[in-house]
């Protein structure tokens, strides 16, 4: 995959005027406002009810997701999918988006490796997350990882440091940050892994508290 160049000429994101879920994931098939278009499969928008309660976002998709065309499918999706389960949290209260919609990745042989995506990329596609935050307009919203929180919430916001309490933002009624499901995955043994997974429900079981209390 070639560099990541800023395009003084880029069209800006072609969000819909009267934007709705399924208009804008029809939408984003064709946006160009970044370079990240042209080496994915495709652009992998949000997904969940249109009304959901929590919105968790992450970063990008990954190799699954841009070949399946659905957010959190890969492993992270499936450990994700657990911790919500234990930390009582219900499926069909969720929607799940990232904060660009496109893979990047170097390619090394056969394999995509996940680069993090650049400062203008984030840009880029934050008028589709912003779009789908006045569509769902969730009670409680959680950023996952430090591309998610601090493209939402500005550079200052620390995970590691602010994790698991509510911040000020207007974005929702209850808004937080927690660490990223793949950073779980790349824990160095199984005790370690262990050790993220249970910090990483207990973020979300305060959530859970906020949805039904």
């Known amino acids: ?17 009267r934007p709705t879920l399924p208009r804008m994931r029809s939408a984003v098939q064709e946006c160009r406002a970044c370079d990240l278009w042209a080496g994915a499969t495709q652009a992998v928008f949000g997904d969940g009810p249109a009304r959901a309660e929590v919105v968790l976002v992450g970063e990008q998709p990954g190799d699954r997701e841009d070949v399946e065309g659905a957010p959190f499918v890969g492993p992270a999706g499936h450990l994700l999918d657990r911790a919500l389960a234990d930390a009582g949290i219900a499926r069909e209260r969720v929607y799940l988006t990232n904060a660009v919609k496109h893979f990047r990745y170097r390619q090394r042989g056969k394999r995509r490796i996940h680069q993090r995506p650049e400062a203008f990329q984030i840009a880029a596609c ?24 601090q493209g939402l919430l500005g550079s200052a916001v620390r995970v590691t440091r602010d994790r698991g309490r509510p911040l000020d933002s ?4 209850d808004v ?6 793949s950073s779980i995955l790349r824990a160095p043994d199984e005790p370690a892994r262990r050790a993220a997974y249970d910090a990483f429900v207990a973020d979300l079981a305060r959530v859970a508290a906020v949805l039904d209390g």
């Open 126 to 149: 934050r008028p589709w997350l912003d779009a789908e935050l006045a569509v769902v307009r969730p009670r409680v919203l959680v950023c996952m990882g430090a591309v998610a929180a």
């Open 1 to 17: 995959m070639a560099p990541a160049t800023r395009s003084a000429t880029a069209p800006p994101a072609p969000v819909p005027e």
């Open 176 to 181: 937080s940050v927690t660490v990223h499901p």
């Open 170 to 173: 207007p974005l929702a009624e």
